[in-house]
């Protein structure tokens, strides 16, 4: 058993190796500006599911600098799922966004919610639950000190204290877990076509509800058959042919 697990720690170990090697090398292409071949590259490490947020967005700049809308725009937004925060890539993002043909308009939220959800998408949920676990030991030292100590002005102290790491654990949680929901529960997908009809109903003799072209980001509602039910950030509904989305 101990033999298969230093196997298998190994083969992990040289995995990684191997991609930090594949990583440098389609930096270089980048850099020397064969575009093409370092995202050839990109896909090798891709292809072995480890993914990062530096992976794809040093993938969405070399497909930014060949003018590929959707793929830049993809892989920026497949970025963010991984570091909603950084700022390189939503500043990158905005660049590609100003290439697209349809310029649609925002539903303005509410202020509460407005700052709630910037609030909870200051950081990644590896980070919240990163925080989380720092509270609890927060908490669990301070309550340590708490029960031990002889003097009452130092157990008010260490009570406030673990009482404040405690909560601050509980909502560090529940910060992952709304944001970890929101990523399982709202589909987003990037229209791949060059031109997309978008339908009233999934059928293509359906009435044309309105155009969509490559780039744009949609809200996925439901899927029937080879169609998807999409939603714009203004509110506008239709149908879509799933192949001509590519989903997030």
């Known amino acids: 058993m101990k033999n298969t697990i230093y196997i298998l720690l190994l083969l992990t170990s040289l995995g990684f190796s191997q991609n930090e090697q594949l990583f440098e090398k389609?930096?270089?292409?980048?850099?020397?500006?064969?575009?093409?071949?370092?995202?050839?590259?990109?896909?090798?490490?891709?292809n072995t599911q480890q993914h990062s947020a530096d992976l794809y967005f040093n993938k969405a700049n070399a497909h930014y600098k060949l003018n590929h809308i959707a793929e830049s725009i993809y892989n920026y937004e497949k970025a963010l799922q991984l570091d909603p925060s950084n700022e390189d890539v939503l500043t990158n993002l905005a660049f590609a966004n100003n290439m697209l043909i349809d310029k649609i308009d925002t539903i303005p939220t509410t202020g509460f919610s407005k700052l709630f959800s910037a609030f909870v998408n200051l950081v990644s949920f590896d980070t919240w639950a990163l925080l989380a676990v720092v509270f609890v030991l927060l908490f669990v030292g301070a309550f340590v000190l708490y029960s031990t100590s002889k003097y009452s002005h130092k157990k008010r102290v260490f009570f406030v204290v673990a009482m404040t790491?405690?909560?601050?654990?509980?909502?560090?949680?529940?910060?992952?877990?709304?944001?970890?929901?929101?990523?399982?529960?709202?589909?987003?997908?990037?229209?791949?076509?060059?031109?997309?009809?978008?339908?009233?109903e999934p059928k293509l003799n359906s009435e044309e509800a309105f155009v969509l072209h490559e780039g744009t980001k949609v809200k996925v509602i439901e899927t029937f058959d080879s169609w998807v039910k999409i939603k714009l950030s203004n509110g506008s509904v239709g149908w879509i042919v799933k192949d001509e989305i590519k989903n997030l």
């Open 26 to 46: 389609a930096n270089t292409l980048y850099n020397q500006e064969q575009y093409n071949d370092a995202i050839q590259v990109y896909n090798q490490i891709l």
């Open 165 to 200: 790491a405690l909560l601050l654990s509980i909502l560090s949680v529940s910060f992952a877990y709304k944001q970890e929901s929101n990523v399982l529960t709202t589909k987003y997908a990037i229209v791949f076509a060059k031109e997309s009809r978008i339908r009233t």
